[in-house]
């Protein structure tokens, strides 16, 4: 394949920009840092509890606790409600590892449950064969900030007596008719990894729930499994919220329902571009989906040459996830079947998106897709 440059004159696109956010609060995270770099006050305390004051009540959870990863967030609820060895966790084969890890860390057993191909979201015909006398949770993902179908997963616990925990690492700000993501089930796991719809300025995460024990069991495994300092109850994490993150996230957290809606708009935008491209089949536009990434399908086994003859021509795109999870070296020997996963990793492709992207820069990128998948020889691929 022979390699083609970006014409010079101009710049990549990259996949996601952060720095027009940075930009734009740039007074107020210089103010943010500097009052907690003043305050001598660097782990929990008073901004990680305005923090989750105001999360908690900006996405209608009575309590919301913060923690120091999404990761934690996952391992933290699914251990404040019980879960490990001997149990099962239905899940999603289409997400971020995190997702399993969390529950095989617990010496747990992830049960994969093939998607949904419209949504790319755990179907829930599929979650309720893989049930199981050792089920003890239902763990969806909102994938790519689009809610998952949580009238029927909620049906399913209630009808077999699970806990439904969201993995909301992708959705913060994205409601479904039940409610915010991460209210509707017994516990929502949010990151605040900086390229989420809320980034942070490193990792950080949020643990949510309505349940007054859950809440206090998930304070006491952040903080060593104590309550009090040098008291240690029982064996757990270190896995507080920084005040630096929280301070930073406060000041991006009054937006964050403005830069979601420019996140909608940017997919509007695209899916009105790409009516023109042949073989690209646009996300299907379901309710409530923030956008976290805007992501296409390209079938025919032509998905990796479209990406490289993109980067190529100077337009990043990402593959998430270009391994379904029953297929990684952690779960290949447990013979899972979700054959609409399979199919969907070697199709998607994640086009760039960030909540200030341009008319211009977005008609680049179809522009460049188009060309691309066309085989239009402009410039090699
Ligand atoms: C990002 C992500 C996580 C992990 O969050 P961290 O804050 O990076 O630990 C978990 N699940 C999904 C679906 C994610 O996208």
């Known amino acids: 394949m022979s390699v083609a440059l970006a014409p010079p004159d101009v710049a990549p696109i990259p996949v996601l920009d952060p720095t027009p956010d940075t930009e734009r609060y740039w007074d107020e995270l210089n103010e943010a840092f500097q009052r907690v770099m003043r305050s001598g006050r660097f782990i929990l305390g008073p901004e990680v509890e305005a923090f989750e004051r105001e999360t908690a009540a900006y996405l209608g959870a009575r309590h919301a606790v913060g923690l120091n990863s999404g990761t934690d967030a996952l391992l933290i609820a699914l251990r404040a409600l019980g879960v490990g060895p001997g149990d099962e966790v239905v899940t999603t084969p289409f997400s971020f590892f995190a997702t399993a890890e969390a529950v095989s860390l617990l010496g747990a057993r992830p049960v994969f449950a093939d998607v949904d191909p419209a949504t790319f979201n755990l179907d829930p015909a599929a979650a309720a064969v893989a049930v199981t006398p050792r ?185 998430y996830y270009p391994v379904p999870l029953h297929r990684l070296p952690p779960y290949a020997g447990e013979g899972f079947a979700c054959p609409v996963a399979e199919r969907l990793a070697g199709e998607v492709l994640s086009l760039p998106l960030w909540p200030a992207m341009d008319d211009a820069t977005a008609e680049r990128v179809v522009r460049t897709l188009h060309e691309v998948a066309a085989g239009v020889p402009s410039g090699g691929a």
């Open 135 to 319: 089920t003890k949770v239902v763990l969806p993902v909102h994938l790519y900030g689009a809610p998952a179908d949580l009238d029927a997963l909620s049906a399913l616990c209630d009808r077999h007596g699970l806990a439904l925990i969201e993995d909301c690492a992708q959705s913060f700000g994205a409601r479904h008719a039940l409610g915010t993501t991460g209210t509707v089930g017994r516990a929502g796991a949010f990151s605040f990894f900086p390229s989420k719809t809320l980034g942070a300025y490193g990792d950080a995460g949020l643990l949510t729930t309505d349940d007054d024990a859950l809440a206090d069991e998930a304070r006491r495994l952040r903080a060593h499994g104590g309550h009090r300092k040098y008291h240690n109850e029982v064996l757990g994490y270190n896995s507080r919220l920084d005040a630096l993150q929280a301070a930073l996230l406060r000041v991006k957290l009054p937006d964050v329902d403005a830069a979601n809606r420019a996140r909608q708009a940017a997919a509007a935008r695209y899916t009105r571009l790409l009516e023109g491209v042949p073989g690209v089949v646009p996300p299907a536009d379901q309710p409530g989906h923030v956008y976290h990434q805007y992501t296409v399908r390209i079938g025919g086994g032509r998905r990796d040459a479209v990406a490289e003859g993109m980067l190529a021509r100077g337009v990043a795109t990402a593959v």
